[in-house]
């Protein structure tokens, strides 16, 4: 699975008076991440730590992570443990901490960074990119009650419809269940459906928690 976070997003906590804001930011390459993480230092300068992680590629190729002045391993390290756990790519989180006068011990911090990071992901949500192709159909108004119950069936959504002399109709569906949805469809209705593949694209799907 190819999967991010559906948004850009900023969450806030406090964890023994020391305030923890974590922001999120999609990237597509390291000069954007280390722009991101610079901006963040810039909002933040009076803070005492500003650490970050980032994964690029879709295998998470290039992981980075500091601690900005935090114990080692305990902030960058662990905020990175989290997006590989979830298997979250082309993403930047940068964690902002206003010292609070408590000290939380090397596996406080870790906890703090790492649920900082985690709480915000679950806040902003997910989403996976999939491959979809348009399947183009053409039809006789009498079959269009029944091939939208089969749609519904299938769980395939209509992008788009023309209601001309006959309907064409255009559904996306997953790159690898075309051809199953093809074969379904001309023994469903006997082949009074004529069908055609169209162009391939790639969308972004919400992850169901």
């Known amino acids: 699975m190819t ?3 559906k948004t850009d ?3 806030e906590e406090e964890i023994k008076k020391s305030r ?3 922001h999120l930011k999609r990237i597509s390459s390291e000069e954007e991440a280390r722009d991101f993480i610079a901006k963040i230092k810039k909002e933040h300068w009076k803070a005492n730590h500003n650490c970050s992680a980032y994964t690029l590629g879709d295998r998470q190729e290039i992981q980075r992570t500091s601690d900005d002045g935090e114990p ?3 902030s960058g390290v662990p905020m990175l443990e989290i997006l590989k756990k979830k298997e979250i790519i082309n993403v930047c989180a940068v964690v902002t901490r206003y010292f609070g006068g408590i000290k939380l011990g090397a596996g406080g911090l870790i906890r703090a960074y790492a649920g900082s990071v985690n709480h915000a992901i679950e806040a902003a949500g997910l989403v996976e990119f999939i491959n979809q192709r348009e399947l183009l159909l053409n039809l006789d108004y009498s079959l269009y009650d029944s091939l939208q119950r089969f749609l519904i069936d299938e769980k395939i959504k209509i992008s788009d419809s023309e209601f001309l002399s006959d309907i064409k ?5 997953d790159e690898e269940k075309v051809d199953e ?3 379904l469809l001309t023994e469903t209705f006997n082949g009074k459906i ?3 593949k169209g162009d391939s694209q790639q969308v972004e799907v919400e992850v169901l928690s």
């Open 3 to 5: 999967i991010t976070i």
């Open 9 to 11: 997003f900023i969450n």
């Open 20 to 22: 923890f804001i974590c």
């Open 72 to 74: 080692s391993g305990t």
């Open 169 to 173: 109709v255009k559904c996306l569906i």
């Open 181 to 183: 949805v093809m074969n």
């Open 194 to 196: 004529s069908m055609k």
